[in-house]
Structure formats: C-alpha cells, structure tokens
C-alpha cells in the first residue's frame, strides 16, 4: 500500500511539474527589474533627502574634495593636461539603490536579453526566486555601502563619470562610531577621488574592464552558438569564463587595494583624526551579526572583501619597497597589472613587469 501511494505522489508531482515547465507562448527575461525594485525598495527603506539637504550635502562634499585634490595628486602622480575628477554628488538609500539598479540593468542587459526563457509556471517561480536574490542584496548594501565611484562600465558615450557618499549611512556609521564627522567625510572622499584618478589618469583601464564585461557576456551565451553541442560549452565555454572572471577580479583586488593604500597614505598625513577612524573601520569590519555573516558568505561578499585585502597587501608591499612611481607601473597598460598569482606574491610582478625577466 505504502509503495503504491508513493509510485501515485510521484506520477502526479512529474504531471506537475510537467504542467509546469510547459510553455505559455512568449519569452522574458529572467529577471524583473520592477519587481527587484519593489521588493529592494520595502526591505532598504529609508526617505528620500529634499533638495536644499542633497544641494547642500553635495556642495560640502565638493569643499572637501578641492581642500584635498592637491595632496592626493601629489601621493598618486598628478593627471594629464586638460583632464579632471569629476564632483561629488550626494545620495540618499533610495537614490543608491536607483543608481545601482541602472548599473546592473546596464551591464547584465545584454546578458539577460540573450537568454530569455519561454514562458512557464517553472520560469516565473525561477524569477521569482531570482528577483528575491538580487533585491535583498541591494537592500543589504544599501544600508551598509558608504561612497562609490561609477566609471560608467558598458555606458554610452559621452561617459559621465561620478562620485557619491551615501549621506545617510555615513552619518549613522559618525554616530555609531564617534569618530569627528568631517574627518570622516574626507577620509571617505580621498578614497572614492582615487578610484576617480585610477580611471581618468589611464584611460585605457575603462576600455579594458568593458572588453573583459563584453567577454564574459559572449562566453555566458556561447550555448546558443552550439547548436546540439551543449559539450562544447563544457569543455570549452566554462574554462574561458573563470579565465575571464579571475582577470577581472584581478583587476578589481588592484583598484581596491590601491585605494585602500592612498587613502590610508595620504589620511594620515592630514587627518588628525586618522588613527581613530582606521581603528573606528575595523571595528566595524569585525562586528557582524550573525545574519550579516550569513549573508556575506553566503553572496560571495566574504570572497570578494578578501580579493580586496590581497590588492591592498600588494600595492602596500610594492609601496614600501620600491615606492609609488614603481607601483604606479601597474596602470601603464593591461599588460602590467599583476595576475592573480602574482597578487599574492609581489615579487612575481616586480620581476615580469619592472625587471622584464
């Protein structure tokens, strides 16, 4: 009896799933942008900053960054005539997550549209899930992300470069921490600036990272090109896609990790309050809930803070070895950033790169 009530539960759930996986007519995409928006926006919550406060944020923003330009161009080696950063904005959590929902709409876009999925109660539980996925992410960071740089990756042209602090979680994490909060502000400034300088002193590192975005878009859909040949994309797509992906991450522990090194450089030397927010950062790194740590393991987060400090061992051992004008070789082409083995052991990239052995 107990046999023939399990063989019926089978037949009927295959008839479900079946059911299920049936095509309805039509494609989407696998991932509902409104949607993803709807549910970031209830879990991020947060208002929006009026205009007066935004203006008035931004200009105390830009303030700071004139009084800094000088001594970070002075730590990093200037810019190129006739080339400059671009200025601060002021975000609020909900302007974050629209910036960063046109990010990823913007580079996973063509992704998304190469593989769109018939139609079916299977696909929309699918996307569902999905949608679920990303918008606690960004919920998730837009509580917690502090400034960013957007070099405008995949944009179109004219590139309208730009630079934000996230007012209101900065001025949480000042009154959590009770660290002086224009120090504060400017130690966060120096840090998004240098990404700024990374990308407007090299030109061609934007260039490079779209070739490498662009790459990894191609071999996600090279099934297509397969035909009945799925094989081909196991044997052949899959290896050039972790290729792809550790040039980028490589490239990305770099641009982290010679941040976090400029900041902490030139921090110190003009902010009196330097050793209190490098100790008020780690706190703040160390002290996660439980959920928190879920949540960073659990997305890939952990793995990527940890690329960071790889980058910022680096070009901290490359800097107190041989100094800046030597680290600065990594931005002369993509030939000369370090490779990811050659992240973890300096030396390596010394030897290749200013060596040529």
Not at 7 to 20: P, R, Y
Not at 232 to 245: D, H, K
Not at 331 to 356: A, F, I, K, N, Q
Request: aromatic share 6%.
């Amino acid at each position: 009896m107990r046999r023939g009530l399990a063989l019926g539960s089978a037949t009927v759930l295959v008839a479900l799933l079946i059911e299920a996986a049936r095509p309805r007519g039509g494609t989407s995409s696998m991932i509902d942008w409104d949607e993803v928006s709807r549910v970031a926006r209830a879990r991020l919550g947060g208002d929006r900053m009026d205009g007066p406060h935004r203006g008035r944020t931004a200009a105390l923003y830009r303030r700071l960054a004139a009084a800094l330009e000088e001594p970070l161009l002075e730590a990093v080696g200037g810019l190129p005539p006739e080339v400059r950063l671009p200025d601060f904005q002021a975000l609020d959590r909900p302007g974050w997550l629209d910036l960063n929902l046109d990010i990823l709409r913007r580079v996973l876009e063509p992704l998304l549209e190469a593989t769109r999925v018939p139609n079916s109660w299977l696909a929309d539980l699918g996307r569902a899930g999905l949608d679920r996925y990303v918008a606690l992410l960004l919920a998730f960071l837009g509580r917690r992300v502090l400034g960013q740089f957007d070099p405008q990756l995949l944009g179109r042209e004219p590139v309208q470069q730009a630079l934000y602090l996230v007012e209101p979680n900065v001025a949480a994490w000042e009154a959590t921490a009770g660290v002086p909060g224009r120090d504060l502000r400017r130690w966060l400034i120096l840090h998004e600036m240098t990404h700024a300088w990374q990308f407007a002193a090299h030109p061609w590192l934007r260039e490079h990272l779209n070739v490498q975005l662009q790459s990894l878009v191609r071999e996600a859909i090279a099934w297509r090109a397969v035909g009945t040949e799925p094989w081909r994309v196991l044997t052949a797509g899959l290896p050039a896609q972790r290729e792809t992906v550790r040039r980028l991450q490589a490239t990305m522990a770099m641009v982290e990790g010679h941040g976090n090194l400029v900041m902490n450089l030139v921090g110190r030397q003009i902010l009196p309050s330097f050793d209190r927010l490098e100790e008020a950062y780690r706190r703040r790194s160390g002290e996660r809930s439980l959920l928190e740590l879920l949540i960073w393991r659990m997305t890939g987060l952990e793995l990527k803070l940890e690329q960071y400090r790889i980058g910022e061992r680096f070009a901290r051992t490359i800097h107190d070895r041989y100094g800046m004008t030597v680290l600065n070789r990594v931005w002369t082409s993509p030939e000369t950033l370090p490779t990811e083995e050659e992240l973890r052991r300096p030396d390596l990239w010394h030897r290749r790169v200013v060596e040529g052995r």
